[in-house]
């Protein structure tokens, strides 16, 4: 097989060591004669599969004790709604509009109390984090979705809220940066990019705000209720779980957050330098809010993109097209993709722009 890089947003590249692992494994869990895919969820290996999962992520994103970990099925979008069926009761809360994945939280929330838009960056086509927001003292949450994937901005600090508790969709953007998670009322991300297969969905969320969810709601959507199981109300996306365990632990023995921030870094300056130097590039995000996962760009014609495009698939770079709704191109460097990707893609762009400059 000739090497490929992959692009894609997600699904997203893996760490090929936990592909391995995963592959080494597959028919044989630890000599027990079975795949971790075809024993209960309820048996003691699995069990010490998701306690070394929850583990791992607490030492690595430094959970303080009063904080859940859950792993949740039905992906981000279920969070958009589930976070104001338990959370807003009727009450108001501030979002901030940053793009596609924000307007999908907002219209969820909507259906379950008032929102305020505490800001938004949609003048612009979304290519700014807001600034100054318009907070409601009284809000019972303000929620940010901190990295957009399909614009390409993100956070990259977080607003003060005071007492008002800050939840960020983090589905992009987890594990690539350190975080003090104290800051944050409910962090979730799904799984596929930074973290393991499609399947899993991160929820850290603050004990006191389980205490003051609502009652009465279905078992599956309700915070206390997965807390109160452990995350095992009924068979949880097993394999999922044991891949993200992998990927954990690929995060520990390199380094953990704080290297493959260094990396992440070192990643998105090669490919904004390049954007930036090569004048047949248009950088669409604005500088100082520019992702260090998603970077998004144009070429000086959308027929030169797909130009572009296809001859990247070619070489082996695969996955470069912007989303369908914005067109133009997009990189995804998530923690998986290698520096080396990275240059590679960079020496394809500098020859582009030779042949077709
Ligand atoms: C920032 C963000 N939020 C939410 C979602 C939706 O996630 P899911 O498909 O897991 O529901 C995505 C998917 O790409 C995303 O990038």
Request: glycine share 8%; net charge neutral; charged share 20%.
């Amino acid at each position: 097989m000739s090497k490929k890089y992959n692009f894609y947003a997600g699904p997203a590249i893996l760490p090929h060591e936990v592909m391995k692992k995963a592959q080494d494994e597959l028919l044989d869990y630890k000599g027990i004669g079975l795949s971790i895919m075809e024993i209960s969820h309820r048996s003691k290996d699995f069990d010490e599969v998701m306690v070394a999962a929850e583990t791992k992520i607490r030492a690595l994103l430094g959970v303080p004790e009063n904080y859940s970990v859950l792993f949740l099925q039905g992906g981000a979008t279920t969070q958009f709604g589930m976070i104001p069926m338990n959370l807003l009761k009727d009450g108001k809360a501030d979002y901030v509009n940053t793009g596609a994945w924000a307007k999908k939280a907002i219209k969820e929330a909507k259906l379950f109390g008032t929102v305020n838009i505490a800001g938004s960056s949609e003048d612009s086509n979304f290519s700014y984090i807001p600034k100054n927001l318009n907070l409601s003292s009284d809000a019972a949450y303000l929620h940010v979705i901190s990295n957009e994937t399909i614009g390409g901005i993100q956070w990259q600090n977080f607003p003060d809220t005071g007492s008002v508790p800050l939840i960020a969709d983090m589905s992009s953007d987890i594990f690539s940066r350190e975080l003090d998670i104290s800051k944050f009322g409910l962090i979730y991300a799904g799984a596929q990019k930074n973290m393991g297969p499609a399947g899993v969905t991160l929820v850290i969320i603050r004990n006191d705000l389980v205490e003051n969810s609502a009652d009465n709601l279905t078992s599956m959507l309700s915070y206390k209720v997965q807390v109160e199981k452990k995350s095992v109300l009924n068979t949880p996306p097993c394999f999922a779980i044991y891949i993200v365990k992998l990927v954990m632990e690929w995060l520990e023995q390199n380094g953990g957050i704080s290297a493959i921030e260094a990396t992440n870094k070192e990643k998105a300056k090669l490919l904004y330098e390049a954007i930036d130097n090569y004048p047949m590039y248009k950088g669409t995000a604005n500088v100082e809010d520019r992702s260090k996962m998603n970077v998004t760009f144009r070429l000086t014609s959308e027929e030169l993109a797909s130009k572009f495009i296809k001859e990247a698939t070619a070489t082996g770079l695969i996955g470069l097209k912007g989303h369908r709704s914005v067109g133009g191109c997009r990189a995804s460097i998530y923690n998986a993709m290698p520096v080396t990707g990275v240059k590679e893609l960079v020496k394809f762009m500098e020859k582009f722009e030779q042949e077709n400059g």
